[in-house]
């Protein structure tokens, strides 16, 4: 048989063949999205001097599985331990902690937008390419909600004191089910408190919650069991919210009665009566 030349060129790189692993918080990657979200609305990054720190995950011990996931994605020592405390909600609450103090984990999560101390208010989207839905699940599954409210509704909803994570969430829902939701702050909390029912939630969960996806085991079996919902037949469809528009106002500012004002833009009276008093004592819409 025939030597090989050892300097003739290859046909193929055979390393060309070989499965590439992402880079820690590689957000394009699904995984890492979705954790980023998840640490995001659920951790707490803190420093002390000499550049130590850490992050910490506390959640409740029956999700001790995602905090395992984490700590396979990341390739730098860290710990979970479990706890049973009293708390304001139960006398005997068990959680499962994650613990990571990498310096180089710290600053590659910081620089992504996960900031040190109190974060609620300041937490946003990353200003990098990342996997939307992946990140948002992350978010959903920390702070969100996913299920049937007492009436037997499907709803997707999320509790956030960002109003770049609220705005996005709406944004980004609005292209997946058509569903528009206009975010404003709780006047006793200054919370944000964004709800989907009905067919967007069926859409936005089946969206965010698809096969395969890493998520909280809970939420991803009340998402699989919303698909199954069908409106009642008695249950009316609620027509989409008609926004206003600055021609609009002018229109029903300018009209004489408020009959000649519905009649011209297709509104209730009541609409516009409502509409006409807000624009007449300067309250924001």
């Excluded at 600053?107 to 996997?131: A, D, E, H």
């Amino acid at each position: 048989m025939a030597e090989q030349d050892p300097s003739a060129p290859a046909l193929f790189d055979i390393s060309a063949l070989a499965p590439t692993t992402p880079s820690f918080m590689d957000l394009e990657d699904p995984n890492y999205a979705y954790m980023f979200g998840f640490l995001q609305a659920d951790g707490h990054l803190s420093e002390q001097t000499r550049q130590r720190g850490r992050l910490t995950v506390e959640i409740n011990a029956r999700d001790i599985a995602i905090l395992r996931e984490f700590q396979r994605l990341t390739p730098h020592n860290s710990s979970i331990t479990e706890r049973t405390r009293s708390t304001n909600f139960s006398g005997s609450h068990h959680s499962a902690t994650w613990n990571l103090c990498s310096l180089e984990a710290r600053t590659t999560l910081n620089q992504l937008g996960l900031p040190y101390g109190k974060k609620s208010k300041k937490i946003t989207p990353p200003r990098v390419p990342f996997s939307r839905r992946d990140y948002l699940r992350g978010v959903i599954d920390a702070d969100g909600s996913v299920g049937f409210t007492g009436q037997g509704l499907p709803f997707v909803s999320l509790t956030t004191a960002s109003t770049a994570i609220g705005a996005y969430l709406c944004h980004y829902a609005k292209k997946v089910t058509g569903a528009e939701r206009q975010i404003k702050r709780n006047a006793r909390d200054g919370i944000y408190n964004i709800l989907y029912t009905t067919e967007a939630a069926v859409q936005l969960a089946a969206h965010l919650y698809y096969p395969g996806c890493l998520a909280l085991e809970r939420k991803r079996t009340a998402a699989s069991s919303l698909a199954n919902w069908v409106r009642p037949s008695g249950m009316k469809v609620r027509p989409p919210r008609k926004p206003w528009t600055a021609e609009a106002d002018r229109i029903l500012l300018a009209a004489p009665t408020l009959t000649h004002a519905a009649a011209e833009l297709g509104r209730s009276q009541s609409s516009c009566q409502v509409r006409r008093w807000r624009l007449l004592n300067g309250i924001e819409s």
